[in-house]
């Protein structure tokens, strides 16, 4: 199997040309993507072009990037100069950002291969993909089912074999959770230790962009090359940056593993429980201690996150309104008699660029933040926020990590939720307490369903800590090969 | 959720929903705010809010100097509609 490491090592000794990985990226996505609709955009003349000047750049004995002739997918929220962003909305659908996102300069500057924009759930709202304005995409392991969302296409992409790795963003569990239902492994780092400059926001308290990988080592080096202080996001750590890849075969002999209770109540797929405690088994032959931890607050997190994240939204995709970029839909005679002829455009741009998800949120965040209802809603989720970041700091006063599922089922299938968006919402218990937390999280597959379907085991670590989370899972990736 | 209250949120979200949408969004936003109102429930007390995650090392200010933006062209290029250096939009003061 291909990895961020043996192609970087490939390039590197010239054993094969970037050019050569970008065609092959090319023709796999050609190949495969037809079913899965992980890609939205494919920047094919971009990706043949910055090959040929990684080969040129080695050729004239040039110091190579620590990616260089690795591909990676975009997630459709991460802004790329010159290349279309859409976010997966006709909000966006024609729009050409004039700048790199942080991160994406930052992949270039290691000379990355950057092959296209993948799909998502419209501004990242949704778990499924399902929400994207141009069609869901497809779990590469049965194509009747979801990949999870919102950084879907991104997991698509990795878990297909198209890219060995991919960027995407999590806000309440976005890179996690499709990491999980497709088999691959998805970081989410402390909030802050990644740039948001370029990641177009939905909830600014919590969004952080990250890697998936095939393997852990790929998702430490890319982690590696993204994190790190940036000027132009006030949130983002001036904390040096640990060297990730560092951490992957660290033994975790003598760690001290929290498991908590309230991640393995009702609702949990019992053969998803049965893999991820056989991987807690593992971990403990290697040496690991296990005990159990009470994250007390848990059962609280989807609505605390549900008043926060959709206040945050309604805020941020506020500036969507036909004027500077972007669809432009002028409003009815009607509507400009009422509103005036401004308000009107604003309305009717809005109504035609955003689709059912994200009007839904916008409408619940803008409630919540709305007169007379600030205090009981959106104040009181932000003091149950401390709450849950407390239950994390008082377990960790015990652990070094806490390990538990990912998600409670594995991928469900295409439209079996769409109908209800609260069971939706409640598909991401396991993952939001971490974000309202801002600690980092990770998922690596763990023993998969009988019916072949992957699952994931989901490890935390102290804020900072991503090194004890990497460690871990790759001494558990190891194990399971 | 009634809909005059619907009708409310959506002129402070800016948002022009069919009576269809307005339907459908009393029911759904009516579901899910019954749900989060679980909520009130817990005590807290003397528990401080947290609007954003503080952490170990935190962000300080850059020195005050101008640094290049975007070009005035870049910022114009994708508007709608541009006119003299600026973004055209329907009049909205007499």
């Known amino acids: ?481 | 959720m009634d809909v005059a209250q619907i009708r409310h949120v959506a002129e402070l979200a800016e948002l022009s929903l069919t009576e269809e949408e307005e339907k459908r969004l009393a029911d759904e936003i009516g579901r899910i705010v019954a749900y989060v109102k679980e909520l009130d429930a817990i005590d807290t007390e003397g528990v401080p809010p947290t609007a954003h995650v503080p952490t170990a090392a935190g962000a300080e200010a850059r020195e005050d100097v101008v640094q290049a933006g975007l070009e005035h062209d870049e910022a114009l290029a994708q508007a709608p509609r541009a006119e003299h250096g600026g973004f055209v939009v329907p009049v909205f003061v007499e």
């Open chain 1, 1 to 481: 199997m291909e990895t961020v490491s043996s192609i970087a090592d490939a390039v590197k000794k010239g054993e094969v040309s970037a050019e050569e990985i970008a065609r092959r990226t090319l023709a796999r996505i050609d190949e495969r993507d037809a079913g899965l609709h992980a890609f939205l955009t494919i920047a094919r003349d971009e990706v043949l072009a910055s090959a040929r000047a990684i080969d040129e750049k080695r050729a004239r004995g040039g110091t190579l990037g620590a990616l260089a002739g690795v591909p990676v997918a975009l997630k459709d929220a991460l802004t790329t100069r010159g290349t279309r962003t859409t976010c997966a909305s006709k909000m966006l659908e024609a729009w050409v950002p004039p700048y790199d996102a942080t991160v994406v300069a930052r992949l270039r500057a290691a000379d990355a291969l950057l092959p296209g924009k993948t799909n998502m759930d419209e501004f990242a709202m949704g778990s499924s993909t399902e929400n994207s304005a141009f069609g869901p995409a497809k779990n590469p392991r049965d194509t009747t089912r979801t990949p999870g969302g919102s950084s879907g296409g991104s997991a698509v992409a990795v878990a297909s074999g198209m890219t060995p790795a991919s960027l995407g963003s999590d806000t309440g569990g976005s890179i996690r959770q499709p990491a999980a239902l497709t088999g691959c492994v998805g970081v989410k780092p402390t909030y802050g230790r990644v740039s948001r400059f370029g990641l177009v926001a939905f909830a600014s308290s919590l969004d952080q962009v990250g890697p998936f990988a095939t393997d852990v080592r790929g998702a430490a080096r890319v982690l590696s090359v993204i994190a790190g202080r940036d000027g132009r996001d006030s949130t983002s750590l001036a904390a040096e940056v640990p060297d990730f890849e560092d951490a992957v075969g660290k033994s975790v002999r003598g760690l001290r593993i929290g498991v908590p209770e309230e991640y393995f109540a009702s609702g949990l797929d019992p053969e998803v429980e049965a893999s991820v405690r056989a991987a807690i088994a593992a971990l403990e032959r290697d040496g690991c201690t296990v005990q159990n931890v009470h994250l007390a607050h848990t059962n609280h997190a989807v609505a605390t996150y549900y008043v926060l994240a959709t206040a945050e939204a309604s805020s941020n995709l506020a500036r969507f309104d036909g004027v500077r970029y972007g669809l432009r839909v002028s409003g009815s005679e009607d509507s400009a008699k009422k509103r005036g002829a401004l308000r009107a455009m604003y309305g009717a741009t809005r109504d035609a660029g955003f689709g059912v998800e994200v009007k839904r949120r916008i409408m619940l965040g803008t409630f919540v933040l709305s007169g007379g209802y600030y205090d009981a809603y959106y104040l009181k989720a932000q003091k149950v926020r401390t709450l849950i970041r407390r239950d994390f700091e008082a377990a960790f006063a015990n652990v070094d990590a806490i390990v538990c599922p990912t998600s409670p089922t594995p991928a469900f299938r295409l439209g079996e939720k769409t109908s209800d968006p609260l069971a939706m919402y409640l598909s991401d218990v396991y993952t939001l307490p971490a974000s309202l937390a801002g600690v980092p999280a990770m998922s690596v597959p763990c023993a998969p369903t009988k019916a072949g379907l992957p699952v994931g085991l989901q490890i935390v670590a102290p804020s900072m800590k991503e090194t004890t989370m990497l460690s871990i899972a790759a001494a558990w990736e190891a194990r399971a090969q």
